[in-house]
């Protein structure tokens, strides 16, 4: 071999950058006399001294090679917004003293990666993605058949050097043994039916808004609400009294609120009223950050209904949310006017339609508030876009709020579809017999005087019998 071929040989040794074992450099360099540890399995592995490469060779130079998923690990590639890609191998649970390193406990919802991994996310800290989450090799994935937003207990191994802490046992798969999880179907897969379950929301004789939700437009388990809000008309104080109602009347219920691009100093006055989790993408966040946690939220929705459990949704609001995948989309090449993108609205509609109550058991409702009156084309042309798309609506109006008339209900323009598989008999008479006769005055003073009347009486069964004795 000549002396320029023999220099550019030694010069290409142990070019991966995998982590050898003892006896191999843990950088590109490799090892010079080809003594290197073992660098992995498979792919192309490092050089052996001075020679061929040699495919599938288990003994790569210094740490240099085996496969590629080695190489990626060793160098800290980035994965998911920096983080570093582990193998998807079983590593060692001896530490660099020879003695076993000891597993924690670890839990977390699944946020899948393209490349088949995933990562266990926090609600505590927002499902904001950490270099602390636990690593979730693809191998378990498969074989669970793990879905993204479930929820996980599992044994995790401390991270070490270079890696993060990576799951090695997975306990339980949305409180069930994951060998079982396979078992459960999928969301497609179930039968949606028309919600039969009412969800009372009076909880005493004030506040109102609830009583009156409660006769007019009546939220059943898997609901799929729109709430209509001109600016300044109570939206706000109205979601957390229809939170707080449902946490006191309906505990079985698992509550979840979604903020997107929402003001910081509402964000944190939700956190303090809300009992149930706050997930909050808020003002000072990028638009990457709104997509991810809209779709990531309702996917763990998702996922927990296939389960079986009841899920109560409040999202404000779907406006905003529907901005941002405006700009995620970026330019199609076909806008509509207002400047939306016409792909842009796509997700948003079909992650608020995945409300429904299924046959075999599990809800999942959704409160959602789409903004009108802001002086943007693009918002109302959103609106438009989901008018129609629920089966329960809420128009606020903001005449009522500037008469400081509480809850500024439009009642001509709220109402519940097939409300009568929702109320019993008495009351879906009494509410008949209402509208009737509140659809002869203005909205404004129709909502003033019906305030008025039931703020006489301590609950709205004592109104619905003075209804029912008039009727006699």
């Known amino acids: 071999m000549s002396k320029r071929r023999r220099s550019r040989s030694n010069g290409r040794q142990g070019g991966g950058f995998g982590q050898g074992q003892p006896g191999g450099q843990q950088h590109g360099g490799g090892q010079q006399g080809g003594q290197g540890g073992q660098g992995g399995q498979g792919g192309y592995g490092g050089r052996r001294g001075r020679g061929r490469f040699r495919r599938g060779s288990s003994g790569g130079g210094g740490g240099g090679g085996g496969n590629v998923a080695g190489s990626i690990a060793g160098a800290g590639a980035v994965g998911m917004d920096g983080e570093g890609m582990r193998p998807p191998e079983m590593?060692?649970?001896i530490g660099e003293?020879?003695?076993p390193i000891p597993l924690e406990a670890g839990n977390g919802v699944l946020e899948m990666h393209p490349n088949g991994y995933g990562f266990l996310r926090s609600v505590e800290t927002n499902y904001t993605r950490e270099r602390t989450d636990p690593f979730v090799p693809g191998t378990m994935i498969e074989r669970y058949r793990l879905r993204e937003g479930v929820s996980i207990k599992a044994m995790v191994q401390p991270g070490r050097r270079q890696q993060g802490p990576r799951v090695k046992e997975i306990v339980e798969v949305e409180g069930m043994a994951p060998d079982d999880y396979p078992k459960v179907k999928t969301f497609d897969q179930l039968t949606p039916i028309n919600p039969e379950h009412w969800l009372r929301l009076e909880t005493g004789q004030q506040p109102l808004t609830t009583r009156i939700m409660d006769l007019l437009t009546p939220l059943g388990k898997g609901q799929r609400a729109l709430i209509v809000a001109p600016p300044r008309t109570g939206k706000t104080v109205l979601l957390q009294q229809v939170s707080q109602a449902v946490s006191t009347n309906h505990p079985e219920l698992s509550l979840i609120m979604l903020l997107v691009d929402e003001r910081p100093e509402e964000v944190t006055d939700m956190r303090r009223t809300v009992k149930g989790d706050v997930i909050a993408s808020?003002?000072?966040?990028?638009?990457?950050?709104h997509v991810r946690l809209s779709q990531l939220v309702i996917e763990r929705c998702k996922r927990m209904a296939e389960a079986g459990k009841d899920v109560?949704?409040?999202?404000d609001s779907i406006t905003r949310m529907a901005r941002a995948f405006n700009k995620w989309v970026g330019n199609t090449g076909r806008t509509m006017s207002g400047g939306v993108d016409i792909k842009a609205l796509?997700?948003?509609k079909k992650l608020f339609a995945t409300a429904r109550v299924f046959e075999e058991g599990g809800s999942l409702t959704i409160v959602a508030t789409a903004l009108i009156d802001t002086g943007s084309r693009m918002d109302e042309l959103i609106f438009q876009e989901f008018k129609g798309t629920g089966n329960m609506e809420l128009v606020l109006d903001r005449k009522l709020s500037d008469r400081r008339v509480w809850p500024a209900m439009d009642i001509s323009q709220s109402g519940t579809r097939r409300e009568e598989k929702l109320l019993d008999p008495d009351t879906l008479h009494a509410?008949?017999?209402?509208r009737r006769t509140l659809s002869s005055m203005h909205h404004v003073d129709a909502m003033e005087q019906l305030t008025k009347q039931l703020a006489k009486f301590k609950s709205n069964?004592?109104?619905i019998s003075l209804i029912a004795s008039s009727r006699e």
């Not at 109560?312 to 999202?315: H, I, K, V, Y």
């Not at 509410?431 to 209402?434: A, D, I, K």
């Open 91 to 93: 590593e060692s649970e």
């Open 97 to 99: 003293n020879g003695e």
């Open 282 to 289: 808020s003002l000072d966040c990028d638009v990457e950050s």
């Open 312 to 315: 109560f949704l409040l999202m």
């Open 346 to 348: 796509d997700i948003p």
């Open 431 to 434: 509410v008949t017999m209402l």
């Open 461 to 463: 069964r004592e109104f």
